[in-house]
Every structure is written in structure tokens, then in C-alpha cells.
């Protein structure tokens, strides 16, 4: 916040913070300090936060340096499970323009889904985790991965784990690969595709599903991460699935997810679950055009956010522990993990500490992007958003 934009002053901040840059307007300064809290207290090297407040930025900030230097505002990291958010939003945004229906069976656009007992699956429910595939049965490779059709020729013919849309469980990276072979279907557009034509473009962004990180010189690699600061609460009652889970059953080291993330194994082609690319700007500024316009572009109608944040899938999944959160149509929705603005939010965050949402009723949302992947427990992105909560 040194810089000639600074609409706030400058918290005070200890020897090891590093110069923290943008602008903060009036009001919004608890944000800025725990944005530098974040540096100084819970281990962040370089990382970004944006809050747009009816459209525009209040909150634009960052710090800290990556491999080729500061940190600036052109400065783009992995974002991880953030790309589910926006591949819903791609999605929602084809359900206004008519080329689908939540509460219609997804075989209705994908025959050759309704396989092994799927074909009475909603959209919806797809998109609320609730599909029964959280993990590919068939080995597959990265080849297959970015080939697309291998994989969604294997999910459509695969038998689910339960009866589709009777329990959920996170779908890690199976979930790109379902909904956005339903967009693709319905629309030819694949989400990358989508993103590019229809939202980063007309909104001036910067997000991309992977990256480049030889040719991209903006582009910060993924550090390593932060110590546990305390044991996890639990532990995988089935590691292997874990690793078919979160390695799409051999394709990627599921088990090492950060390791590979700096690789062409995760970088090298479209994964619409979990390698979207940008700025914590970018996602701030997507969210703020799905609750209000910005610069005359409106992304999702009011009708359609409500919508899409009524709960869906809520309590203990079929695989792994209760961790207090709840799903909407596709989004992440406010709970204890994930406070977000209070209730009424809906975004969704990403391995290593990412996060982004949006809160009609405020007006307000939040992108945060870090490099340095957070322990147990990651306090970062939760003390941005009570920061928020008390500016709002």
C-alpha cells in the first residue's frame, strides 16, 4: 500500500512483512491488515486479495515475490478448486441462454451417461456432487486426461459408487470432466472454450484453464508448503480411493498434489475442476459480474444465483469425513469452515488456501490467490473474510 492509489493508511507492519502494494478505500481496512497478518503471522510469501463491492474494487492488494521477482498485479498462480465456481458459472450461464435445464436428466444431452442405473441424474444434481463417480474406475493417463473423450467415454460407462443423487461426496476432478462434457453437449463450447468467448474476454481477464509456466512469465510456480501446525482431524479410511480420487486413478500423483502442480501433468491442458490460472482481481471481478454489473457486463441473473445457492448436498458424504461444508447447484455455499460474507455467499475455494465468492445482499465479493499452500489448520483466506464481515 505504497503505491500512489492508496485510499488508506498504511497498517503497521513488522520487519519481515514484505511492501504490500495496491488500494484500500475507507472502511475496508481491517481487509488490509489481515492481508498483511497473513505475511507476518501465517507464513504467506506472495499472495493477492481483491474485493469488489457493487461492481467496483475496494480492496486491491499484493505482496510478497515469486520466481521472477514481486509480486505484481499481472501476476497469475493455480487456483485449484476455484475452478469449480467457474465452471458453474460457465454453466448456469448456458441455462439462461436456453441450451439446457438443471432439473432435467443428464442423459437427456448425454445418452451414453445413463449407463449402469444414471439415467434419471439431474444436472443439478451433478453439479452437487451426488453423481456417485468421484473417481474414475478404468486406469487412465495424462494422455487420456488430455484427450478429453477417454475420460468421459469411461465416466458415462462407469457403475457409481451409490445411486446417483441419493448421498454425495466431493467429486475432485471427476466433476470437469462431468459437467463440462454436459456444457460441451449442450453447447459445443467446452469450458475453456466458454470462459474464453463469453466471460474472460467481455470482462477483460486474465483466467485461463492451465497455463504455460516456460512461455508464461507472469505466472508464479507453487511453493512449498506451509508445516502442519497441529495433526489433521482425521484420516483417510481409504487412502487408495484417496489417491484414485485426487490422481484420477493413476493419471496424476494424487497423493503429492502440490508436487505436481508445476508440471504439465496438471498445467499442460484443460482440467475444469482444478487448474484454472489468474489473479485474485480476475476472480473477484468474475463473481462481482454474477451479482451486479461491471462495466455493463452481467454474467447471471438474480434469479439464477438464488437459485443455484439453495443447499443441495449438506452433512456426512459417502466418502471421507463430515467437514461442515455445503454445496449448492455447483457452488461452495457459506458454512463454519467457510464463512465467506455470511450467509447467502457462494463461490467455492481451492487446495492451498484460494478462494472466491460472492454475497448478493452485500453487494461484495473476494478473490484470494497464495503460492504457499497452508498447513493444518489455514487460517488465511477465514481471516480475510472475517476482516469483511466487520467492514460490512
Given at each position: 500500500m505504497?503505491?500512489?492509489t492508496?485510499?488508506?493508511?498504511?497498517?503497521?507492519?513488522?520487519?519481515?512483512?514484505?511492501?504490500?502494494?495496491?488500494h484500500v478505500?475507507?472502511?475496508?481496512?481491517?481487509?488490509a491488515?489481515a492481508?498483511?497478518?497473513?505475511?507476518?503471522?501465517?507464513?504467506?510469501?506472495?499472495?493477492?486479495?481483491t474485493?469488489?463491492?457493487?461492481?467496483?474494487p475496494v480492496?486491491?492488494?499484493h505482496?510478497g515475490t515469486?520466481?521472477?521477482g514481486?509480486?505484481?498485479t499481472n501476476?497469475?498462480?493455480?487456483?485449484f478448486?476455484?475452478?469449480k465456481?467457474v465452471t458453474t458459472i460457465c454453466?448456469?450461464?448456458a441455462?439462461?441462454?436456453?441450451?439446457?435445464?438443471?432439473?432435467e436428466p443428464v442423459a437427456t444431452?448425454?445418452p451414453?451417461?445413463?449407463d449402469h442405473?444414471k439415467?434419471a441424474?439431474?444436472?443439478?444434481?451433478?453439479?452437487?456432487?451426488r453423481a456417485?463417480?468421484?473417481?474414475?474406475?478404468e486406469?487412465l493417463t495424462v494422455e487420456d486426461?488430455?484427450?478429453w473423450?477417454?475420460?468421459?467415454e469411461a465416466?458415462?460407462r462407469?457403475?457409481p459408487l451409490w445411486?446417483p443423487?441419493?448421498a454425495?461426496s466431493?467429486?475432485?476432478?471427476?466433476?470437469g470432466?462431468l459437467?463440462?462434457e454436459?456444457?460441451?453437449r449442450?453447447t459445443g463450447?467446452?469450458?475453456?472454450?466458454w470462459?474464453?468467448r463469453h466471460?474472460a474476454?467481455?470482462l477483460?481477464?486474465?483466467?485461463?484453464f492451465g497455463?504455460?509456466p516456460d512461455?508464461d512469465?507472469?505466472?508464479?510456480?507453487?511453493?512449498?508448503?506451509l508445516?502442519?501446525?497441529?495433526?489433521?482431524p482425521?484420516?483417510?479410511?481409504?487412502?487408495d480411493m484417496l489417491?484414485?480420487v485426487?490422481?484420477?486413478n493413476g493419471?496424476?500423483?494424487g497423493?503429492?498434489l502440490?508436487?505436481?502442480?508445476?508440471?504439465?501433468d496438471?498445467l499442460?491442458?484443460?482440467?475444469?475442476a482444478a487448474?484454472?490460472v489468474?489473479t485474485?482481481h480476475?476472480?473477484?471481478?468474475?463473481y462481482a459480474?454474477?451479482i451486479?454489473e461491471?462495466?455493463?457486463?452481467?454474467?447471471?441473473?438474480?434469479?439464477t444465483t438464488?437459485d443455484?445457492?439453495?443447499?443441495?448436498?449438506v452433512g456426512?458424504?459417502?466418502?471421507g469425513?463430515?467437514?461442515?461444508?455445503r454445496?449448492g447447484?455447483?457452488?461452495?455455499?457459506?458454512s463454519?469452515?467457510r464463512?465467506?460474507?455470511g450467509?447467502?455467499?457462494?463461490g467455492h475455494d481451492?487446495?492451498?488456501?484460494?478462494?472466491?465468492?460472492?454475497?448478493?445482499?452485500?453487494g461484495?465479493?473476494l478473490?484470494?490467490?497464495?503460492?504457499r499452500p497452508?498447513?493444518?489448520?489455514d487460517?488465511r483466506?477465514?481471516?480475510?473474510c472475517?476482516?469483511l464481515?466487520d467492514s460490512?
Open positions: 505504497t503505491t500512489p492508496q485510499k488508506a493508511s498504511t497498517p503497521p507492519m513488522s520487519t519481515s512483512a514484505p511492501t504490500i502494494h495496491g478505500e475507507p472502511g475496508f481496512q481491517r481487509v491488515d492481508f498483511t497478518q497473513n505475511f507476518t503471522e501465517r507464513g504467506d510469501t506472495g499472495a493477492a486479495c474485493v469488489y463491492l457493487h461492481g467496483v480492496v486491491d492488494l505482496g515469486f520466481r521472477h514481486p509480486w505484481t501476476t497469475r498462480s493455480i487456483l478448486s476455484v475452478s465456481g454453466l448456469l450461464m441455462v439462461e441462454a436456453g441450451h439446457l435445464t438443471l432439473d444431452y448425454w451414453e451417461f445413463a442405473g439415467s441424474l439431474t444436472v443439478r444434481q451433478l453439479l452437487a456432487h456417485g463417480l468421484i473417481a474414475p474406475d486406469p486426461l488430455r484427450a473423450h477417454p475420460v468421459t465416466l458415462a462407469q457403475n445411486e443423487g441419493t454425495h466431493y467429486h475432485a476432478l471427476t466433476f470432466w459437467a463440462g454436459v456444457l460441451r449442450t463450447l467446452r469450458p475453456a472454450d470462459l474464453h466471460i474476454g467481455p477483460g481477464l486474465g483466467l485461463t497455463t504455460d512461455t512469465p507472469d505466472f508464479a510456480l507453487q511453493e512449498q508448503p508445516p502442519d501446525t497441529a495433526a489433521p482425521w484420516k483417510s479410511p481409504n487412502i489417491a484414485r485426487m490422481g484420477m493419471a496424476i500423483d497423493l503429492n502440490f508436487g505436481s502442480a508445476n508440471t504439465p496438471l499442460g491442458f484443460e482440467i475444469p487448474n484454472i489468474g485474485a480476475d476472480i473477484a471481478r468474475l459480474a454474477t451486479g461491471v462495466d455493463g457486463i452481467r454474467l447471471l441473473q438474480p434469479a438464488r443455484a445457492r439453495l443447499p443441495q448436498s456426512a458424504p459417502f466418502f469425513p463430515d467437514s461442515g461444508l454445496w447447484t455447483g457452488f461452495m455455499l457459506d463454519t469452515p464463512g465467506m460474507a450467509p447467502g455467499s457462494f481451492g487446495a492451498g488456501g484460494q478462494l472466491g465468492f460472492a454475497h448478493a445482499e452485500s461484495v465479493s478473490g484470494y490467490a497464495t503460492i497452508g498447513g493444518y489448520p487460517d483466506a477465514e481471516a480475510l472475517r476482516a464481515r460490512l
